[in-house]
Structures are given as structure tokens and as C-alpha cells.
């Protein structure tokens, strides 16, 4: 019997190493062999104990590139040998989101590494219509496709268009990837983060302006980097309930929204303030196969890197024994990747 090395959730703040049985693919399914897995909130979250609607135990990791192994019938468009990009949305196919194309939000979804267990695993099996043929990008690169596909779908909630005025609030991996894609697509962004730290890594890695949002004098200092005016879009990845109550204030009349962060509890803001710039207000959730694709192509043409948010590596063989200290306590962490 063929076996694999796996490390499991059992409960909150535990983390263990198991040998599980190599699954075997079913119809349309494919067995990959895990290359590089990077580490989400979500992971953090879910070790502590904080995730909302989360069951344990559980094998966590939803930012997975592999390598085919071996197909399942009728998985004919893959071959053994090919780098993939996981696309971690198992959607129910059936209710009116999926019918209209709004995979990302499926009223039924099923999130890999969330919902059901995940790339924290040496194999995983997903069905075909969830992986994306990535040969031209590199491993470690393609691990991060999924937290870059978050950002380009936020921005096509937003509609961005090239030489648009961008603010982008909060940099973490998906303000990050906003602002990379943005800049990409050839808007003119302003990133805002109150570290300094952040900061630093933006203006080093991304070559992109940024503005400390706590600062007595940021909405001047925001306009002088706009000609004078406000951004015609703002997106917030934040998930701070302070700062998406303020973005009202930090866009121009006419201007647009979209929420990629979220928090627990209740959006606050004067109406009339809301109503009199015709603001445009939207949530972004998840991604789709598009933003999934747009984004590979961005990396394979050297338009994205890894480095834009990849700060630590970690060894997927003494990952349990790291975990709360270089991880969960790591105030320096951006973005990891688990190396197998």
C-alpha cells in the first residue's frame, strides 16, 4: 500500500504529521504531486481556533501548484508531467451563481484546504476543471497564483481601466496583488498602509508610491500624488472596520469601491456623503478561471513575480514543529511558501 506524508489540524493550535493512504483519482479527477503550497490568513486563522464555519480535523493549504501524476477517466486534456495551478473553488455547478457564470460566489461552494482537506499534503487529488495548466510559470511563483487571482478579480469588480487613479488600502498579499496588477494593467496607484515595514516592501518591490493612511495631513498628501483630485477607485484590503467606514471620504465624485477585505460586524457611513458622489459600492469574493488565467499570463510575460509578495519559505518537513513561532507569531510575514 502506497502511503503519503501529510500534517493535520486535529483541533486548534495542533498540528500533526500523519501517513494517510495515496488517494486514487476519481472520474474527472487528477492526483497531483504537491510542489509548493503558500500559507494564507485563512491557515493562521484556522490553526488559532478563528475561523467561523470551519470543522476539524483538517488538512489546511488552498495555495497549491503540483505536478500531474495520474488521471482519472475522462481527465483527457491533462497529461502526467504538467505543472498546475489549483483553483481551490469546488462549485456545485447547479444554483443561479454558477449559472450565470459567478463561480466564485456558488451558493453551495466547497473551498480545498478550507471546507474539505488540502494541500498541506505531499498528494492531493482535484477534479480537472479546478486546475490550470502552468508550465511557463515557475513553482513557486504558480503556488501564489491563487491570492494574486483574488486581487485581479477585485479589480475587475472595479473596472479598472488603464490610466485610472488607484488607491489601494492595506498591504498585505491581496493589496499587494492589487496593486501589481494595477500597475500592470497601467493605472497610476497609491498604496496605503499604516507600517512602516509595509511601506518599505512596497516601495522596494513593487515600485509603487505609498501614503501612511494615520497621518494627520493623508488625504492632501493623496491628492497631491492624483493631480490635485481624489482616486476614481478605491479598494480596500484592509478587513479593518475603520478604514472601509472612511473610504466614502477617499474617493472622487463618481468614484468606486470594492471591498476585498471583510471584518465581523457592520458597514457605517453618513448617507448623504455616500449618495452625493453617486458612489459605486461593491464586495469581491474569491476568484474565477478568468482572473486565474490573466494572472498566469502576467507571470509567464514577467509582468508578476513571486517577490512582489513572498517574504519566507518554509520546509514542509519541519513546518508542525515552526508553525506558531514562524508563522502565526511572525510579525515580519507577508507571504509564505511551504517548499516539499
Known sequence: MHTMKTLICEEPTRLVYRQRELPVPKENEALIRVMNVGICGTDIHAWAGNQPFFNYPRVLGHEICGEVVTLGNSAHHLQAGQRVSVIPYVACQHCNSCRVGKTNCCENISVIGVHQDGGFSEYLCVPVSNLLIVDDVDPISAALIEPFAISAHALRRAAVQAHEHVLVVGAGPIGLGVAAIAKA??????????????????????????????????????????????????IDATGNQHAMNNTVNLIRHGGSIVFVGLFKGD???????????????MGSRNATHEDFAKVSRLMAEGKLSADMMLTHYFDFNTLANDYETDVVKNRSLIKGVIQF
Do not use: C, W, Y
Not at 267 to 281: I, R, Y
Open 185 to 234: 494593467d497601467g493605472a497610476r496607484v497609491v498604496m496605503a498602509d499604516t507600517s512602516e515595514e509595509r511601506r518599505r516592501h512596497v516601495a522596494e518591490k513593487l515600485a509603487i508610491a505609498t501614503l501612511d493612511p494615520s497621518e494627520a495631513g493623508f488625504e492632501q498628501n493623496l491628492r497631491q500624488q492624483f493631480s490635485g483630485m481624489l482616486p476614481e477607485k478605491v
Open 267 to 281: 458597514l457605517s457611513f453618513p448617507d448623504p456623503d455616500f449618495h452625493k458622489k453617486e458612489t459605486t459600492m
